[in-house]
Structure formats: C-alpha cells, structure tokens
C-alpha cells in the first residue's frame, strides 16, 4: 500500500524559508514520480513541483521557479521541497502525491498524502 507522510510545514514571514518533506513507503521508489502540490480553499489544487525517479525529470511551476527546489533522498524514500523567498500567496496546504511512471512527471496522481500547512505572514 502507498504511504505518503508530509511534514515541515508551519509559519513564517514573507521572505522566509521552509522545508517540507514527503516520507514514502509501500512501493518501489525507483519506478515512481513524487509530485508536490499547493491547494487553498475555494481554488484549484496547483501542481508545485515533480521529479521523476524513473527519467529523472524535474519540473516547476512558473510561480514557484527560482524559489523552491525538489529533491530526493532515495536511500531514505524521502522526496523535499526547499521552499525560500516565501509569499503571502505560497499560503496553503501542500500535499505530496505518487504515481508509477517510467517516463517524465504524470499529469495524474492517484496517490496522496494528508498534507501539511504552510502560513506565510506578510
């Protein structure tokens, strides 16, 4: 069974840093992609950030290139997201979802975890 467990979230002041992690468990790492994602209520769920395992492609989202960086630590089945210069808008829940993939970062996620909250305060 997939497991996801974020952690990391929390409150900081614009222009601050935090650092979120997704713990997997249940599945092949290798053969997966991790992909992060931001929701505020009332809105649409925003596809953050990705990588691949598999291809080893990595994607951003405009609103959030240069800011924050993916990465993985695969002896830990730990996937990160480093997220610096924070905006009042970076507001939210952050999830991390997994998909078996052995291409580039899926556009579908059928795997999530329970996510993990992010305030920034301006």
């Known amino acids: 069974e997939v497991q996801l467990v974020e952690s990391g979230g929390g409150l900081v002041q614009a222009g601050g840093s935090l650092r979120l992690s997704c713990a997997a468990s249940?599945?092949?790492?290798?053969?997966?992609?991790i992909g992060w994602f931001h929701h505020v209520p009332g809105k649409e769920r925003e596809g953050v950030s990705c990588?691949?395992?598999?291809?080893?492609?990595?994607f951003y989202a405009d609103s959030v290139k240069g800011r924050f960086t993916i990465s993985s630590d695969k002896a830990n089945n730990t996937v990160s997201l480093q997220m610096s210069s924070l905006k009042p808008e970076d507001t939210g829940l952050y999830y991390c979802?997994?998909?078996?993939?052995?291409?580039?970062?899926?556009?579908?996620?059928?795997?999530w975890g329970q996510g993990t909250q992010v305030t920034v305060s301006s």
């Open positions: 249940g599945f092949t790492f290798d053969d997966y992609a």
């Open positions: 990588i691949s395992h598999s291809s080893g492609n990595i």
């Open positions: 979802a997994a998909e078996r993939t052995y291409t580039d970062c899926p556009r579908r996620f059928p795997s």
